[in-house]
């Protein structure tokens, strides 16, 4: 690529600041970009994944942008993902980085029926200067979610870069993990009920609830925590009849749901006073100006059960502590095709993913 | 302000709990005024009754919880000109954008900052070096001024209810480096210009319950008076909403043109006498062009005589002319913003809408603000008819 140099006299090839300066032309990254929504779809496509084609056999590649991959492995369905977690602060109420690290990666692989993880990776970029009472602590953190979710982290990589070339951590994790029925996000059809597992908005909103300084009383804490011991309960009793389940981390429950409504083909209806919030997340949520269906959650799944078992799943859910909140919150519908529609109980209209993630560095 | 509004049914403020704002989003109680809205609507004898609103915080409330959905047909609610960032003109931002650049702090609402000018935003200006400030009230203005030897400009724009305060800082003996570019704006002649429009036919007004809290219902008479339409005063949650629309739609049906108040919880007649007392010490109108609608009579509010040593525009000499490049901003020759602020257009009339202009790409002042309509269309879905 050709690159105009606005200084004259500039020899140096290196890639330092003024060299990414220097590309004048041309759409810059903003931090709409990694938010996980429309913008960081289309990167993806256009510019990270253009490049590449998915192996002939892969059951899910990355054309499908799905949450993981799934490529076969002898006769079985092999799931792969990996996660980059930045979040800011990396200490936070009810959870930290590692846990975050953990959970991501394995809910990842769960909603794409990999409750059984096999093996995670781990790779850390650190900057300068880190104290290492804090790094013991993430890996400590990192070590107990694996504990929790039956994981193990089995190779990893560690970085350090110069101070105030990274913003304190971040960590990489990837996994792999077998799945016996795909639960991908383009599987529903009408009829099929949607079930929440739990209430919604709890990451997002104390995560900055606490960046803003405000305190709404110890309730309020972040929901992060690995999901495949629920979820496998969940596919155990739903078998086949589970058709799509996906977490719904970045950009909120609006994201993921108008999400598995694109890729599926179909229309989605949300009865909103069905969807679980909390009188914490929601009086938050008035005061900060955010709406908890766009807001991150990092232990909340949205499940497509084919409605003959829906009211097992639920039940099945129910039983376990992760979801004791699960609720069917809606179902699948014939018309909006690829559109949520959300019946206020007072009026109806369309629930959006939104524009732009309403606050960066939230996983 | 100095008066907390009065207090709800239950003693607590609306809107400030959570628990008590739910008391007015009630789907039965919504069902049952909605019963009696469709009933009324059936008896119109010349349907369908055009409604208006004038400003952002109901069109929030509208979009948010769907209730264009559950309005029968035979009521067609509309937003004008109620959304105080968009109908600021482009020359008065190009005034504040002139100001930063020659080394002048602005300070003033987030929600101007992407507003565009004839060829710069206040964001343009900052990133390229100038010295502006995102301040929530005027107060915080004059505080920054009290902080720093250099000059400090709030850039004020609304309606009265945030002129009131304005004025109230001017009548407080602000520091001497603190000055006021006011692109305040008074609603009323608005609402009367856009009364008249042919296009626009509007059958009632549901006036603004926070603008009301400090001019008093009262104000309204006079566009009853002269315009022989209805004006409901209405609050912000669902509820207050639909009681008001079923008043106009009952008021409409009876030809009664009179002022109602269906937000009595916060509003009265007289309004909060004092804000009045000081917004009109302070400031006088005069003429103004509203961005896109029309030049209004009386609708723009400017610093008195009196108080001219804080008025930006006395004390300093805004050079504006090299901002007017009119080669720039093709896209916003095809903004119908204008259109949509009087009523005449929806923002799914505009074939930008969601395309070439969103929230993080605005090409118009509607897409920029909170308060704007085509903004809150976007967030909830674009397409409130379902």
Known sequence: MARVRWAPGYMSDTSDASDFDSETDGERIGLEHGAGGEATRKLVAETLASGFVDPEDAVVGLTGMDDGAVVPLGNKNLVLTTDSHVIDPPFFPGGDIGRLA???????????????????????????????????????????????????????????????????????????????????????????????????????????????????????VSDVKPLNDLLARALEVGGEKMKT??????????????????????????????????????????????????????????????????????????????????????????????????????????????????????? | MSETPPAGPTGQIPGGDGDNALEFRDPEKAEAIADKLAELAANLSDPPATIMHVCGSHEQSIAKFGLRSMLPDDVRLIMGPGCPVCITNMPEVDEAVALAEAGVTVATYGDMLKVPGTTKSLDDARAEGADVRVVYSAADAAEIAEDQDGEVVFFATGFETTAAPTASVILNDPPENFSVLSSHKYVPPAMEIVAEMPDTDIQGYLAAGNAAIITGSGIFEGIVDEHDLPVVVGGFEPLDILAGITKLVEMIGNDEAAVENAYPRCVTEEGNQQAQRQLWEVFETEDGEWRGIANIPNANLVLRDEYAEWDSRVRFDIETAHLRNESASRLADDCICGDIMSGKAEPTDCEMFGEECTPDDPVGACMVSSEGTCKIWHEYGGHPDI
């Open chain 1, 102 to 220: 953990v959970s991501g990666t394995v809910n990842d692989l769960a909603v794409m029926g990999a409750t059984d993880v096999r093996a995670l990776t781990s790779a850390m970029v650190i900057e300068a200067n880190y104290p290492v009472s804090k790094l013991k602590r993430i890996a400590d953190s990192m070590a107990a979610t694996c504990e929790e979710a039956d994981a193990a982290v089995v190779t990893g990589d560690t970085k350090v870069m110069g101070n105030g070339e990274i913003d304190g951590i971040v960590i990489n994790t990837a996994g792999v993990g077998v799945a016996p029925h795909v639960t991908s996000d383009g599987g529903l059809e009408p009829n099929d009920v949607i079930l929440i597992t739990d209430s919604i908005g709890e990451h997002g909103i104390s995560l900055l609830a606490e960046r803003e300084g405000i305190e709404f009383g110890s309730d309020l």
């Open chain 1, 245 to 363: 389940m996906k977490d719904a981390t970045r950009m909120g429950i609006a994201g993921a749901l108008n999400e598995i409504a694109e890729k599926s083909g179909v229309g989605i209806e949300i009865r909103e006073e069905r969807v679980p919030v909390t009188s914490d997340v929601k009086g938050a949520g008035e005061m900060l100006g955010l709406d908890p269906f766009q807001i991150a959650n990092e232990g909340v799944a949205v499940l497509g059960v084919a409605p003959e078992s829906a009211e097992n799943v639920l039940n099945e859910l129910w039983e376990h502590s992760k979801g004791e909140n699960a609720a069917a919150i809606g179902k699948v519908i014939d018309d909006h095709h690829g559109r949520v529609v959300l019946d206020t109980g007072i009026g109806s209209r369309y629930l959006r993913e939104p524009a732009s993630e309403p606050a960066p560095r939230i996983c």
